[in-house]
T-cell receptor, first 112, second 112 residues
Framework: KAGVTQTPRYLIKTRGQQVTLSCSPISGHRSVSWYQQTPGQGLQFLFEYFSETQRNKGNFPGRFSGRQFSNSRSEMNVSTLELGDSALYLC???????????FGPGTRLTVT | GDSVTQMEGPVTLSEEAFLTINCTYTATGYPSLFWYVQYPGEGLQLLLKATKADDKGSNKGFEATYRKETTSFHLEKGSVQVSDSAVYFCALSSGGYQKVTFGTGTKLQVIP
């Protein structure tokens, strides 16, 4: 069974731009969660989607948004990028029947 | 809110040494507890989990016991190998919906 895939793996953007990251969950998984990982703040929960609905949201500004499609694929968008948005963005999927999440390799975003 | 505190790293051990990484938590209710591992350049992998008090999670020689009275979930391994070098994250999930709170991570380096 294929694992969680994230595209692109690496991305360089300029301050003020926007970016869209993509996540394809494991087949059959309906829950997708997003996390931001930085050296200073560690791993922080962004949001979780299940059946195209956002069920939970972390403490991030409205510049961070996401969505989930009917095939469970998910995207997250960051608008008006700031230098502090440079991070590894991790996506995780699960069946949603328990808490076991399977993580993708992440997208490394660098904002210059 | 929920929080996880784990020992600062890096931890450097010789091969075959005993490993302990301390983890304590604060949470409402009865959370599920996890240890994740992140190898260089990769996403997180679930190492082990425990869902109720006194449960012992184990995998690949690693063990951790859910101690409700001390709110702890320390990770142990009797004999580490060079291949165990990675960053280890303690985490919890409470209140459902996949929202996971992570500790800051402990980097383990095992030298031959």
């Amino acid at each position: 069974k294929a694992g969680v895939t994230q595209t692109p793996r690496y991305l360089i953007k300029t301050r003020g731009q926007q970016v869209t990251l993509s996540c394809s969950p494991i087949s059959g998984h309906r829950s997708v969660s997003w996390y931001q990982q930085t050296p200073g703040q560690g791993l922080q929960f962004l949001f979780e989607y299940f059946s195209e609905t956002q069920r939970n949201k972390g403490n991030f500004p409205g510049r961070f948004s996401g969505r989930q499609f009917s095939n469970s694929r998910s995207e997250m968008n960051v608008s008006t990028l700031e230098l502090g948005d440079s991070a590894l963005y991790l996506c995780a999927s699960s069946l949603a029947t328990d808490y076991e999440q399977y993580f993708g390799p992440g997208t490394r975003l660098t904002v210059t | 809110g929920d929080s996880v505190t784990q020992m600062e790293g890096p931890v450097t051990l010789s091969e075959e040494a005993f490993l302990t990484i301390n983890c304590t938590y604060t949470a409402t209710g009865y959370p599920s507890l996890f240890w994740y591992v992140q190898y260089p350049g990769e996403g997180l992998q679930l190492l082990l989990k425990a869902t109720k008090a006194d449960d012992k999670g184990s995998n690949k020689g690693f063990e951790a016991t859910y101690r409700k009275e001390t709110t702890s979930f320390h990770l142990e391994k009797g004999s580490v190998q060079v291949s165990d070098s990675a960053v280890y994250f303690c985490a919890l999930s409470s209140g459902g919906y996949q929202k996971v709170t992570f500790g800051t991570g402990t980097k383990l380096q095992v030298i031959p």
